[in-house]
């Protein structure tokens, strides 16, 4: 008998070492630096609050810890549906100024692999900026970072709640540098093909309201026109 | 018995490691697809929005009554002439399968627009633009822009039709919004 319970309680403690290396892997880190910032090309940006109630409407399946906003919204409950998010947004410039209605589809993916520090949400955007154009933008995001630093902690402080400053790329895909993939659709953004990046800054988390002071910025490249070759003189 | 710990501590670790490898974290709901392929014209996908249940947001400047409840849509002038939607989709067994946005709207730079994307939590989303002016049989038809996943590798087009309820059911909607996809993939259409 106290063999097996040897073997019990050596198993508890060998999958416990488990979780708590693969939480703490410094090899799973967030990724801080946009490949974008190394662009020579313009990059627009917009900016928009991460957080449920700053939305024009915010759904999900009305279980999770963010609720829907505003509260008659209609739920996504149905059981395709249900571990997807939709917001609408107000996507604002470097000014703060309003200058585009974002609608964002956020659904867990089938791809996350817990094992390679990859909590993944596949993702579309579809925005509408008047007198620019409107974009498509499809992106691969992992939120391992987020859980790990923001999530967890808030869960183990004794206020269930979490205080900081925390800034992460959440873009891993599909792009080769981990950008995600923008389509233009209309206007300026007519036939653009070119990369974005989803980032978000932390500052509060509950555990009861999920985030409460969140803010998000989506960067888009737009690749410079190509010039006609000076002709030798 | 020291022995008989340490090797539960690899146990442990083993089937940790094997449980978040082999079972999968996330496993999305699927409905079957319902495609109907046509002698010598493809196949084509067809998707309804029954009105008004599957409306989850109408984002549009003065609105008597706006969708959802609470609802407020940003009185900056340059959002005076778009409307944003929010539905759920459903297939041709009237299952919700995913959801969907279509943005209508008119200015200087773009003319008038209007694109819907279609998201398939399983199967990947669907960007449409589509052609501003309605055909003369009520028809709208539009064409693939982009896809994710699923809908990545194909190209085609896609009409949206406002039909009518006419069962007279108690519990019927007003009518549908039909889309009607017909994709096929890049590289056949290339040949």
Known sequence: ????????????????????????????????????????????????????????VFTNDGKSTVAPYPSKVQQLWEPTVRLTDTMAT?????????????????????????LNGEAIIDSAWHIYAPGQGSLFVEQRENYWGYLREIVVPAYRSSGDSWRGNWNGIITSGPGALGTA???????????????G???????????????????????????????????DP | MFKTFIVGILLGVAVAAAALHYFPAVNQSREQSLIIVHPNRGNSETFHVNI???????????????????????????????????????????????????????????????????????????????QAEPLEDGYRTGNLAAGTREFSPLVGRVSEQWVADTSGAEDAPVGRIELTTAFVARKVEEE
Request: charged share 20%.
């Open chain 1, 181 to 195: 993939r923008v389509i233009g659709g209309s206007g300026e953004f007519a036939d653009l093909e070119t990369d």
């Open chain 1, 90 to 114: 107000v996507l604002r410039d470097s000014r703060n100024q309003p200058v585009a209605i974002g609608i964002k589809f956020s659904s867990r993916s089938e791809s996350t692999r817990i």
């Open chain 2, 52 to 130: 008004p249940m599957d409306r989850v947001m109408t984002g549009a400047p003065s609105q008597k009554e706006p969708l959802p409840v609470g609802l407020e849509w940003p009185v900056d002038p340059r959002f005076a002439d778009t409307r944003a939607e929010l539905f759920k989709i459903r297939n041709g067994k009237d299952a919700v399968v995913g959801v969907a946005s279509r943005i209508a709207a008119n200015d200087v730079s773009s003319g008038e627009i209007v694109e819907w994307v279609l998201h398939l939590p399983a199967r990947g989303s669907a960007y449409v633009i589509m």
């Open chain 1, 1 to 56: 008998m106290k063999y097996l319970i040897s073997l019990v309680v050596g198993m508890v403690v060998g999958a416990a070492a488990f979780l708590a290396l693969l939480y703490y892997n410094p090899m799973t880190s967030q990724n801080k630096l946009s490949p974008l910032s190394v662009s020579d090309n313009k990059v627009i940006t917009y900016n928009y609050s991460a957080v449920a109630t700053d939305a024009l």
């Open chain 1, 197 to 231: 990046v989803e980032s978000l800054s932390a500052k509060a988390y509950s555990v009861k309201h999920g985030p409460v002071a969140v803010d998000g910025t989506l960067a888009v490249e737009l690749p410079a026109p190509i010039s006609d070759p000076t002709p």
